[in-house]
């Protein structure tokens, strides 16, 4: 199993509380995220940008 840093796992739950309140919006459409997966994707993908620990992507 992949291991994750703090700093990604901080990522992804920030992420998540923004889906569930309705604020969290996808890349170029800048349509709201409704799927569970779509907000944990968002999450790791701006923990990578920020350099924290994360698995690249297969």
């Given at each position: 199993?992949?291991?994750?840093?703090?700093?990604?796992?901080?990522?992804?739950?920030?992420?998540?509380?923004?889906?569930?309140?309705?604020?969290?919006?996808?890349?170029?459409?800048?349509?709201?995220?409704?799927?569970?997966?779509?907000?944990?994707?968002?999450?790791?993908?701006?923990?990578?940008?920020?350099?924290?620990?994360?698995?690249p992507l297969r």
């Amino acid at each position: 199993m992949p291991k994750y840093g703090k700093k990604a796992q901080k990522s992804v739950e920030e992420a998540m509380h923004k889906a569930k309140r309705g604020q969290l919006k996808s890349g170029r459409s800048g349509k709201t995220v409704k799927s569970r997966k779509q907000a944990i994707a968002i999450g790791l993908s701006e923990a990578r940008e920020k350099g924290a620990k994360v698995p690249p992507l297969r």
